[in-house]
């Protein structure tokens, strides 16, 4: 009776892992194909000792092992199978259509012009939303494919009373967007609303934002905007489709959506005015350097009102320090060739402006990186660069009080190594900037003198906060 039992097991084992091979060959499924081998091994394993076993309790033991592998590899395979199903008919069109309609929606399917034109009289409406609220049109949209033979079906339904502006779905334009420029120019031709929500709530045509630095890699977004894409729609968060664009660092999108009249003023951005912002990125990657496109230095002028600026070809010399470099490079260990090289970079015009672009660069890291060289020439640095730093120094701090309340027996003074070096400069730069974060300075050196108390071994690299007159800006620090 086990051994019934167990070649059973086995032979439902081998009929799933036959649909699952079937299912698999469909498609890339990674891990889940190694653990298909995985299962596939043991049960090959128990398979063929099963028959040298004599004793009825190692019998036992080896249809357990079986039966653990065999729960999971069964219900995979129906439930892949059904998911598969499922799938097969809401291609057909038979998970959403009966009768008439069914047979009009297959031969939408199978891309027979001769057919859909017989059978559109008795499918009724086109526009009638029948299973999943899925209409004919719509079906013919998610089933047509970027070409002529296949646009010129959903022309016959137009022409037989789809109306595209019934369509309340995103689903429609979202399939377009995904398939292609000549699929899209139809639809919005044809009447389809590209300020429809889709799943976020989001106007639909704000998936056609998609990188690329071109009109061919925009074409589709500027096919929505040329027929009637509302500019002024917002997402739930308040945000517009330029803060939209920025946030994903689509910065060709965000000029191309200014140029073409969309409001930007509103837009909260995280780290400075959108001007500010686009300024930053040029130089960035001129620093790079990184091509810039002519509508990015386009659009920051008129948003400065002044002149087009296009810069010649710089020519980099094998000594020429180039700031991300320099930024990768600079760190507490390596404040002596930081300094060196810092000086070089001063002669340069415009140095600190250049530096402070990097702020903005999306890495937190790089940001202290920019703090700390900042730093070591304080008095270059103008009020809102001072204030910047400041800012990166309150950060540094919360990161070392959370980082001590986590785990409160660590030695974390080395957390503050640069923080302090960072203090140390903007200190020493008398005026508003720094009267306002007196408080700052002095919560910073009250944990420096907390670590020193606690014998923390970093203490004794971290600057002498203590020796610092806030009215004089002098401290000592390491050199």
């Known amino acids: 009776?086990?051994?019934?039992?167990?070649?059973?097991?086995?032979?439902?084992?081998?009929?799933?892992?036959?649909?699952?091979?079937?299912?698999?060959?469909?498609?890339?499924?990674?891990?889940?194909?190694?653990?298909?081998?995985?299962?596939?091994?043991?049960?090959?394993?128990?398979?063929c000792s099963f028959p040298l076993l004599r004793s009825d309790g190692w019998r036992i033991a080896a249809l357990l092992v079986l039966l653990l592998a065999s729960v999971p590899l069964i219900a995979t395979s129906i439930l892949a199978t059904a998911k598969r199903i499922q799938e097969q008919r809401q291609f057909s069109g038979s998970a959403y259509f009966q009768g008439p309609a069914l047979s009009l929606a297959q031969a939408l399917v199978r891309q027979d012009l001769?057919?859909?034109?017989?059978?559109?009289?008795?499918?009724?409406?086109?526009?009638q939303p029948h299973g999943g609220g899925t209409s004919l049109w719509q079906f013919g949209v998610l089933q047509s494919g970027n070409s002529e033979e296949a646009i010129d079906l959903l022309r016959v339904l137009l022409t037989a009373g789809a109306d595209p502006k019934r369509d309340t779905s995103a689903d429609t334009l979202l399939h377009a967007l995904a398939t292609g420029a000549r699929l899209t120019q139809f639809l919005m031709e044809a009447g389809a609303n590209p300020y429809v929500l889709d799943s976020e709530q989001r106007p639909v045509w704000w998936r056609a934002m998609q990188p690329g630095e071109d009109e061919a890699a925009t074409e589709r977004l500027r096919l929505m905007l040329d027929h009637g894409a509302d500019l002024k729609l917002r997402a739930p968060d308040?945000?517009?489709?330029?803060?939209?664009?920025?946030?994903?660092?689509?910065?060709?999108?965000?000029?191309?959506?200014?140029?073409?009249g969309a409001e930007w003023k509103q837009e909260k951005l995280s780290g400075g005015s959108l001007p500010e912002l686009l300024e930053w990125e040029i130089l960035r990657r001129d620093e790079y350097p990184i091509p810039v496109p002519?509508?990015?230095?386009?659009?920051?002028?008129?948003?400065?009102?002044?002149?087009?600026?296009?810069?010649?070809?710089?020519?980099?010399?094998?000594?020429?320090?180039?700031?991300?470099?320099?930024?990768?490079?600079?760190?507490?260990?390596?404040?002596?060739?930081?300094?060196?090289?810092?000086?070089?970079l001063a002669a340069?015009?415009?140095?600190?402006?250049?530096?402070?672009?990097?702020?903005?660069?999306?890495?937190s890291t790089q940001r202290d990186h920019v703090a700390l060289l900042l730093s070591l020439k304080p008095e270059a640095l103008p009020e809102a660069v001072q204030e910047r730093c400041w800012s990166v120094l309150k950060q540094q701090v919360a990161w070392y009080d959370?980082?001590?309340?986590?785990?409160?027996?660590?030695?974390?003074?080395?957390?503050?190594?640069?923080t302090a070096v960072i203090a140390v400069g903007l200190a020493s730069i008398p005026g508003p900037v720094r009267d306002r974060h007196r408080a700052d300075f002095t919560g910073l050196l009250d944990r420096i003198e907390a670590c020193r108390?606690?014998?923390?071994?970093?203490?004794?690299?971290?600057?002498?906060l203590k020796a610092a007159d806030w009215k004089t800006g002098t401290a000592t620090g390491p050199n």
């Open 348 to 363: 340069q015009p415009d140095w600190v402006r250049r530096v402070t672009a990097f702020f903005e660069d999306g890495d």
């Open 114 to 127: 001769a057919a859909v034109k017989q059978l559109i009289p008795a499918a009724g409406d086109l526009n």
């Open 1 to 47: 009776m086990m051994a019934k039992i167990f070649w059973a097991v086995v032979a439902f084992d081998g009929i799933a892992a036959v649909v699952l091979w079937r299912l698999f060959a469909s498609g890339t499924h990674g891990l889940l194909v190694a653990i298909f081998l995985f299962v596939i091994g043991v049960l090959t394993l128990t398979a």
């Open 294 to 344: 002519d509508l990015l230095r386009k659009v920051l002028a008129d948003l400065k009102g002044e002149p087009v600026r296009i810069p010649a070809a710089s020519t980099r010399g094998a000594t020429d320090i180039r700031i991300p470099d320099l930024l990768r490079a600079t760190s507490f260990d390596t404040l002596d060739s930081t300094r060196t090289a810092l000086a070089q």
């Open 402 to 418: 959370s980082t001590t309340a986590s785990s409160p027996g660590d030695r974390n003074g080395w957390l503050l190594k640069e």
């Open 453 to 464: 108390k606690a014998n923390d071994p970093d203490a004794a690299k971290l600057a002498d």
């Open 238 to 260: 308040g945000r517009g489709p330029v803060g939209h664009a920025v946030a994903n660092r689509n910065w060709y999108v965000a000029c191309l959506l200014i140029e073409r």
